[in-house]
């Protein structure tokens, strides 16, 4: 009897772990597993022609201009899931993601700098939009921020 328990208890294990696994296939693969979660009521809507395409062109075209400046890149931001709705924004150094607090001051300066894109302006919402809703405008469903060793962050986008 208690040969089958035990077999049991594993099954349910092994099963349990897939599913998990499969909700998330990222977690353990590009960050640990996120440690805190936030909601953010976007501001913004999704725009009606934001899809997979727009979401991994916005990431090519950021990660592009990154590239054109001489500094060494202290992270990297790209696009998963199956529709590219999850943004990953990982530390490719210990210092700059080495507390969630300086993770949202990155995510802060990331707001000044979708502040100065030409669609905020068109938007007219320079002003009030943030990063988040920037994100929001194009589809992105969630953030995940890591330092890409100990600890990871998500930020839910509604």
């Known amino acids: 009897m208690t040969r089958y328990v035990a077999a049991a208890v594993l099954a349910a294990g092994v099963l349990l772990s897939t599913t998990v696994s499969s909700q998330d296939r990222h977690t353990g693969y590009y960050y640990p597993e996120p440690g805190t979660e936030e909601t953010y009521q976007a501001r913004a809507r999704t725009l009606p022609e934001s899809d997979r395409d727009r979401r991994l062109g916005f990431v090519v075209a950021f990660m592009g201009e990154m590239a054109r400046d001489p500094a060494p890149q202290r992270f990297a931001i790209f696009a998963k899931g199956g529709e590219a709705e999850k943004l990953i924004i990982v530390a490719l150094d210990d210092e700059v993601f080495a507390t969630l607090f300086r993770a949202r001051a990155v995510l802060a300066m990331l707001t000044s700098r979708v502040r100065a894109s030409p669609l905020f302006a068109e938007l007219g919402v320079q002003n009030l939009f943030t990063f988040y809703d920037l994100a929001k405008l194009i589809g992105y469903k969630q953030i995940t921020v ?13």
Do not use: A, F, L
Not at 146 to 158: A, K, L, P, T
């Open 146 to 158: 890591s330092d890409g060793r100990n600890w990871s962050h998500r930020v839910w986008i509604e």
